[in-house]
């Protein structure tokens, strides 16, 4: 019984194996590596948001500013974590920056690439579930400085910068 079908179903099998972390450590389709030293901008706020980025290695910092002009660190982020993901919902725009604060690497996928990929393999976006390295989450300081940093600013009479997280 092992005619033309089940071979080739063994090689669509072997064809389909997909592993994540080779995915995340290569440059390919729609995806290149960037190495940055500390101080270098990675993006800006109200950059295009057409990517999803992976830090291979290195640490980077995400931060907001308020309309009064002060810094938040809402992220300090190492190597395994996504930064940028913002670009799969739907945002146009980056609502934050980010910065090396470490010698870093650092994977760009497209967007158009990233949406695929996610759709076709779901090892990858096991990755995106995976619990944070440490509590609270990105999202929920992300919330918290977004929407109520400049409050909080207003309110504390606070001069200096602040950093949440």
């Known amino acids: 019984m092992g005619g ?24 390919g389709l ?24 992976y830090i291979q290695k290195g640490r980077v910092k995400l931060t907001i500013i308020s309309k009064q002009g002060k810094e938040a660190i809402i992220a300090i982020l190492g190597a395994g974590d996504f930064l940028g993901e913002a670009c799969l919902t ?33 090892a990858l976006s096991g990755l995106f579930s995976r619990p944070p390295k440490s509590p609270p989450t990105r999202f929920c300081l992300f919330a918290v400085a977004t929407f109520f940093f400049p409050h909080f600013l207003l309110l504390s009479g606070r001069r200096n910068s602040a950093a949440i997280g």
Do not use: C, N
């Open 4 to 27: 033309p079908r089940s071979k080739a179903t063994k090689r669509a099998k072997k064809k389909r194996s997909f592993d994540p972390q080779a995915f995340l450590t290569t440059v």
């Open 30 to 53: 729609a995806r290149s590596i960037s190495h940055y030293r500390p101080g270098d901008k990675i993006f800006s706020r109200g950059d295009p948001s057409d990517a999803v980025l």
């Open 90 to 122: 739907g945002q146009m725009l980056r609502v934050a920056s980010a910065t090396a604060i470490a010698l870093s690497s650092i994977l760009r996928v497209a967007k158009h690439e990233m949406v695929r990929v996610l759709q076709e393999e779901r």
